[in-house]
């Protein structure tokens, strides 16, 4: 039977994808030209500098997807010839490993199964061959001498006296790959610090005229102290003090001369190599850089073949502090940065150590993979606030599991306890899902007593903290910071600034070693996407078009409900018990930035825009406001601030903000509050919940001072202030105080909530106005 000419065409089409699916290194022959192809993805080396007969890794980097990526060469003015294939990971990125680079090429990569794209052509130009010459006329050295597998030595090349480039390069195989170029002295020597001994390894220098040094075999030796002898000591440099977790300086004593030391340390079964110096007369060598992690064996070899003694060198425990207040509270954090160093500076980071202490019996001593200041005007302060990330998840003082905690400063607040109170009302407000924990401690870090900080649960996504799909899930903050902080974040139609604050980078997955099959675990779930920004840019903007209106000029006191279609409604898009609380936190305590110029937090459990279902009045995937954050210039704090947020009285997220804000007019909430429905739900809230803001004033600012010592004791809480202003006193960043003595303040800040709950109640117990049918 003849076939069909269909059959005939798909045959020829399943031929030809045949064709291109072959194993990497493979040749076949096939006159696909980048052509008129659209150019969606980019092409990439590594090394970005390669010797001809280099095998190197090739990229190409397409839009999100999984699909067949075919790598072609050019042969000649039109044919290609295809030199692997690879099925790229979720992130649109295919490999092709161990390609041999023979002469300069042209090179590309184009999807063969999936959607149409290729990358730009990528010309490979490799340098020239090098080989040893027989006739050297230099030679290296490498320091130390004697040196162990994976040790970091100093390669130096002697050549006779001038100044030139001189390449180092190392075998591989049967050809020699560079590894480093430096300009020699005057006298004609090269250095190439920071060198990692493979083990057995062939290294020649090669002057820019053509000349050579010899070829040296590196060839480690197993250390161990038994095989040399022993004529010297060693001991932490007794003129510093080295705490455990920091870097310090280590000290060998030998016999007068002048010979190369290193300070090998004991892991396991193996002596590994710590750093190294040079002695000076008196045979004395200050080996700095050297890392403890509690007790440990130490001992110093010379290039003599002399060792010092084996000793066992015991750092200071972290908390093991002189100075500070006499009398302390029940919770104290110690912190050591592993360099000494001092964080001042945000966006550096920091390693370090941590010890928590309660009622005076330590922890174990904890890795901190990062300490750093964090916070926007707070981080210019003189008492700045930080940013803790455990190596490991921590439970601080008994709360909930998790790696990443936020040391908030309070400096602003004389009392201390405004976010503790407004958090504690938080809790208490069931349209805000989750409110974070946190509770007091004091801070010495590197020995140096910091005061009275409160340890409290960063915002993120977490089954503990904003519970929304790992996946899917996104928070925002609306912060005008986030360009100068480096996190992606855009302007919205109204003007507002959002930031995306969870997750706020990019995955950054090695492809080697992740695939969402064969290791879900490893796949970076949390990691941004352009197109989840996309997405969220979209929800967003969707959001402000429906609540602003079009032209930004929708007045939502004059809108017929009863003929308001699902789609055009600002409550399907944006959840109204989360609003009325968030309103209701935020307004009660007046805080400065509540009219959405910092520190407003929303989050959604899918950024897709068209996950939102209009007849569903519970849809999980809506905008969600909250955490409420950042209370320090609440309640009256802030004497520098506008006299209106200072005063109990009047509206402060009406409109009526900072007038230095550019927000002020323009936030929700000032649409919002126009609405009747959402007047309806805020004056049945407060209702329902006076009585818990009634309480906020003398017994909640009492309940909060109790908890400032990390005990249930007032006395002791004030002992604690009393620590913190003694430590601050005389800094003249903070705001004005209200009072001489931290008592008066605290009857200040009762009598502030007591009036601020007179003056919203006579206000929300007015019947509001109908809304419109």
């Known amino acids: 039977m003849r076939r069909s000419v269909l059959a005939v065409v798909l045959t020829a089409v399943a031929a030809l994808f045949a064709s291109l699916t072959v194993s990497p290194g493979a040749a076949t022959p096939v006159a696909i030209a980048p052509g008129s192809t659209p150019d969606t993805g980019a092409f990439s080396v590594d090394p970005t500098t390669f010797t001809e007969g280099q095998s190197v890794k090739l990229a190409a980097n397409f839009p999100n997807g999984v699909f067949t990526v075919t790598f072609f060469k050019?042969?000649?003015?039109?044919?290609?010839?295809?030199?692997?294939?690879?099925?790229?990971?979720?992130?649109?990125?295919?490999?092709?490993?161990?390609?041999?680079?023979?002469?300069?090429?042209?090179?590309?990569?184009?999807?063969?199964?999936?959607?149409?794209?290729?990358?730009?052509?990528?010309?490979?130009?490799?340098?020239?061959?090098?080989?040893?010459?027989?006739?050297?006329?230099?030679?290296?050295?490498?320091?130390?001498?004697?040196?162990?597998?994976?040790?970091?030595?100093?390669?130096?090349?002697?050549?006779?006296?001038?100044?030139?480039?001189?390449?180092?390069?190392?075998?591989?195989?049967?050809?020699?790959?560079?590894?480093?170029?430096?300009?020699?002295?005057?006298?004609?020597?090269?250095?190439?610090?920071?060198?990692?001994?493979?083990?057995?390894?062939?290294?020649?220098?090669?002057?820019?005229?053509?000349?050579?040094?010899?070829?040296?075999?590196?060839?480690?030796?197993?250390?161990?102290?038994?095989?040399?002898?022993?004529?010297?000591?060693?001991?932490?440099?007794?003129?510093?003090?080295?705490y455990d977790g920091r870097s310090g300086t280590v000290l060998a004593n030998f016999p007068n001369g002048i010979f190369d030391v290193t300070v090998y340390k004991k892991d396991g079964d193996e002596w590994v190599p710590v750093g190294h110096d040079e002695t000076s007369t008196a045979g004395n060598a200050y080996i700095t850089g050297v890392k403890f992690d509690g007790p440990q064996e130490f001992f110093a070899l010379a290039s003599t073949g002399d060792r010092t003694a084996v000793s066992t060198l015991t750092p200071?425990?972290?908390?093991?502090?002189?100075?500070?207040?006499?009398?302390?509270?029940n919770n104290v954090v110690y912190v050591t940065t592993d360099n000494g160093a001092m964080p001042v500076t945000k966006g550096v980071d920091y390693e370090g150590k941590a010890v928590l202490e309660t009622g005076e019996v330590p922890t174990e001593t904890f890795d901190l993979e990062t300490i750093a200041v964090r916070g926007n005007s707070s981080a210019t302060k003189a008492k700045k606030p930080y940013k803790l990330k455990f190596e490991d998840k921590q439970q601080p003082f008994g709360m909930k599991s998790?790696?990443?905690?936020?040391?908030?400063?309070?400096?602003?607040?004389?009392?201390?306890?405004?976010?503790?109170?407004a958090w504690d009302l938080g809790k208490m407000l069931e349209g805000l899902k989750w409110t974070p924990t946190s509770t007091f401690a004091e801070?010495?870090?590197?020995?140096?007593?910091?005061?009275?900080?409160?340890?409290?649960?960063?915002?993120?996504?977490?089954?503990?903290?904003?519970?929304?799909?790992?996946?899917?899930?996104?928070?925002?903050?609306?912060?005008?910071?986030?360009?100068?902080?480096?996190?992606?974040?855009?302007?919205?139609?109204?003007?507002?600034?959002?930031?995306?604050?969870?997750?706020?980078e990019f995955k950054t997955l090695d492809p080697d070693k992740c695939d969402e099959v064969t290791n879900p675990d490893c796949v970076d779930q949390e990691g941004l996407t352009a197109a989840k920004i996309s997405a969220m840019k979209t929800k967003i903007r969707n959001f402000e078009t429906v609540l602003y209106g079009a032209d930004g000029t929708k007045d939502w006191s004059k809108i017929h409900y009863s003929t308001l279609a699902p789609q055009d409604d600002w409550q399907t898009y944006l959840d109204l018990n989360s609003a009325v609380d968030y309103y209701l936190s935020r307004e009660f305590t007046k805080d400065h930035d509540a009219n959405f110029y910092r520190s407003n937090f929303f989050y959604t459990n899918n950024v897709d825009p068209n996950s939102v279902d209009p007849s569903d009045p519970n849809d999980?995937?809506?905008?969600?406001?909250?955490?409420?954050?950042?209370?320090?210039?609440?309640?009256?704090?802030?004497?520098?601030?506008?006299?209106?947020?200072?005063?109990?009285?009047?509206?402060?997220?009406?409109?009526?903000?900072?007038?230095?804000?550019?927000?002020?007019?323009?936030?929700?909430?000032?649409?919002?509050?126009?609405?009747?429905?959402?007047?309806?739900?805020?004056?049945?809230?407060?209702?329902?919940?006076?009585?818990?803001?009634?309480?906020?004033?003398?017994?909640?600012?009492?309940?909060?001072?109790?908890?400032?010592?990390?005990?249930?004791?007032?006395?002791?809480?004030?002992?604690?202030?009393?620590?913190?202003?003694?430590?601050?006193?005389?800094?003249?960043?903070?705001?004005?105080?209200?009072?001489?003595?931290?008592?008066?303040?605290?009857?200040?800040?009762?009598?502030?909530?007591?009036?601020?709950?007179?003056?919203?109640?006579?206000?929300?117990?007015?019947?509001?106005?109908?809304?419109?049918?």
């Open 443 to 504: 801070l010495f870090l590197n020995g140096k007593y910091l005061g009275s900080y409160q340890m409290v649960e960063s915002i993120k996504i977490d089954k503990n903290r904003v519970n929304v799909s790992k996946t899917t899930g996104q928070v925002i903050e609306i912060d005008p910071h986030w360009k100068e902080d480096g996190v992606p974040g855009f302007v919205g139609k109204s003007g507002l600034n959002y930031a995306f604050k969870d997750p706020d």
């Open 316 to 329: 200071t425990p972290p908390n093991d502090v002189t100075g500070g207040p006499k009398t302390l509270g």
């Open 74 to 242: 050019r042969t000649g003015t039109d044919t290609w010839d295809s030199i692997g294939t690879d099925e790229s990971n979720t992130s649109g990125n295919a490999y092709l490993t161990n390609y041999e680079v023979n002469g300069a090429q042209e090179v590309y990569a184009r999807i063969t199964t999936g959607p149409t794209g290729r990358t730009e052509v990528k010309k490979l130009n490799p340098t020239p061959k090098v080989e040893p010459s027989a006739n050297p006329t230099g030679s290296l050295s490498v320091a130390p001498t004697v040196f162990t597998k994976d040790q970091l030595v100093k390669v130096q090349a002697n050549f006779p006296d001038g100044v030139f480039n001189v390449t180092l390069s190392r075998k591989s195989g049967d050809i020699w790959i560079p590894v480093g170029t430096d300009e020699s002295s005057a006298g004609g020597n090269a250095y190439f610090s920071n060198y990692k001994v493979k083990g057995g390894e062939e290294l020649f220098a090669q002057k820019s005229n053509g000349e050579t040094t010899e070829v040296d075999t590196l060839t480690p030796t197993v250390i161990d102290p038994v095989n040399f002898p022993e004529t010297g000591t060693i001991s932490i440099d007794p003129a510093t003090k080295v």
């Open 402 to 421: 998790d790696k990443t905690w936020i040391l908030l400063a309070n400096y602003g607040d004389w009392t201390l306890v405004r976010s503790m109170v």
């Open 620 to 773: 999980p995937d809506k905008l969600f406001l909250g955490p409420i954050w950042d209370f320090d210039r609440s309640a009256g704090a802030c004497t520098s601030c506008s006299s209106t947020i200072s005063e109990p009285t009047g509206w402060w997220m009406r409109g009526d903000g900072s007038s230095n804000h550019d927000t002020t007019k323009i936030h929700w909430y000032t649409r919002i509050i126009k609405d009747p429905r959402f007047l309806k739900a805020l004056h049945d809230r407060w209702a329902a919940k006076k009585d818990v803001f009634a309480g906020v004033s003398a017994p909640g600012v009492s309940r909060a001072v109790t908890k400032l010592g990390g005990t249930d004791s007032y006395d002791l809480g004030k002992q604690v202030a009393a620590n913190d202003r003694t430590r601050w006193e005389g800094y003249g960043t903070r705001y004005h105080a209200r009072s001489s003595t931290y008592a008066g303040e605290l009857t200040w800040l009762r009598n502030w909530y007591a009036a601020r709950y007179t003056w919203m109640d006579k206000e929300l117990v007015k019947t509001p106005p109908p809304i419109p049918e």
